[in-house]
C-alpha cells in the first residue's frame, strides 16, 4: 500500500515539533521507507523534526512505533526512536 493522508491526523504543535498519529495496514518496513510520507511535507507541513506515532498493521500485528522526520527537498524520511 501507499501512505494514505485520510488517516493522519495532527494532535498539536508547531513545525519541526509537530505530533502527528497515522494509522495504515502497512507493515511498520514500509511505513518507515524513504519517501513513504513524501506527500505529507505539503499537505501537512511536515518538517524535520515532527514525531509521528504510527499505528501499524492491524489485528493480531497491529504495533505502535515512534518515528521522527526528516525532511529536505520535499522528500520525507523517517528513522525509528528507539
Known sequence: MAYDSSTMRLL???PGQQ???YRTADAIGAVSAGD???AAVEE???SSGDIILAVSGFG???A???LVAGVSGG???V???S
Do not use: E, I, R
Open 79 to 81: 528513522g525509528l526512536l
Open 64 to 66: 505502535l512505533d515512534a
Open 60 to 62: 493480531a500485528l497491529a
Open 19 to 21: 505530533l502527528f498519529l
Open 36 to 38: 513513504y510520507f513524501n
Open 75 to 77: 522528500s520525507a524520511t
Open 12 to 14: 498539536g504543535g508547531v
Open 44 to 46: 501537512y507541513n511536515l
